[in-house]
């Protein structure tokens, strides 16, 4: 059963303290018990704090180590209350926000911490996409482009990949790729969407050997006609990406940092439907357990417009 808190008023009780966030955490990450993270040794010595020692080996760790919250010296009811907030503004947060709503000290501080928690947004090892799948591709930035000319400098490439749920749309997925090349192209697909599924898309040439690799391909247009709708479930997920992205600091996204936006668009549109926000808590911090931390990311400099 997952476990998380429905109401703000749970989510205030359950993490009052410093030790019920830590205790969470340890929840998450060894739901089978704490293991030693260098010899695997299932029982280790709890030395306090969150930190273990291993009897076999000696090596010390931490629930905190080789997550998103290594090295943190903030209070982790901050970050608690950051992933609670994250979560339950629905269209998603900016870095001002998060600092004015936690009073943390610097904006710099609050980039960081956004980005460290979209980065628990990829699941390692999610399930890809199944059934009959919609692929298209979009730019995002840079002078507006021509459908399938190649990437120009500052315009960044995504591959879109929605499931048909009836006349719905199922799970996403988004992918940055160089070019409209099939290498590029098949890759971005071998990524998204399981062997076996059906693949639409429009007559570009380069998705063709998909065939050769385990998919059914299907064309919904042989040639462009101006004004038809044939990918209707890609073409929404577009228009809403695109005015997530707007929306989100004016739409000056630098396109290195796009990557991780892409993520958390994804995260927040696959679970769109969840009743319980607390379920996407839950999601995250079972994640930012799970994910590596990553370098020190800088406060971007450079942005581009839309
Ligand atoms: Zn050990």
Redesign the pocket.
């Known amino acids: 059963m997952d476990d998380y808190p429905r109401t703000l008023m749970e989510f205030e009780r359950r993490f009052a303290t410093e030790e019920a966030c830590r205790a969470y955490l340890v929840q998450l990450r060894w739901p089978e018990g704490v293991r030693?993270r260098?010899?695997?040794?299932p029982s280790?010595w709890a030395t306090g704090r969150g930190l273990y020692h291993?009897p076999?080996?000696?090596?010390q760790t931490s629930v905190l180590a080789g997550t998103i919250f290594q090295d943190t010296k903030a209070d982790l009811r901050l970050w608690f209350r950051a992933m609670w907030y994250v979560t339950n503004q629905k269209s998603g947060v900016s870095a001002l926000g998060l600092q004015r709503t936690l009073g943390l000290g610097s904006y710099r501080t609050a980039w960081t911490w956004l980005h460290k928690l979209r980065a628990a947004m990829v699941r390692p090892g999610r399930e890809q996409l199944r059934g009959t799948v919609e692929v298209d591709e979009t730019y995002w930035g840079g002078p507006k482009p021509g459908k399938h000319g190649r990437g120009a400098a500052g315009k960044a490439l995504i591959v879109v990949a929605a499931e048909v749920d009836g006349q719905h749309i199922g799970r996403i997925r988004l992918r940055r790729v160089r070019d409209t090349s099939a290498p590029q192209l098949e890759r971005a697909v071998q990524d998204a969407v399981a062997p076996g599924s059906v693949v639409r898309t429009d007559g570009l040439h380069s998705y063709r050997r998909l065939v050769d690799r385990g998919y059914v391909y299907e064309v919904v247009r042989k040639e462009a006609a101006v004004g038809d709708n044939l990918l209707p479930r890609v073409n929404r997920v577009v228009a809403l990406l695109k005015r997530w992205l707007l929306g989100i600091h004016q739409g000056r996204i630098s396109v290195a940092h796009l990557d991780a936006y892409l993520d958390e668009f994804t995260f927040r549109f696959n679970r769109r439907t969840s009743h319980w926000r607390g379920k996407l808590f839950y999601r995250l911090a079972q994640q930012a357990v799970a994910v590596d931390a990553r370098p020190t990311l800088r406060a971007p400099r450079q942005l581009v417009g839309v």
């Open positions: 030693c260098r010899c695997h040794a280790v291993c076999f080996c000696g090596f």
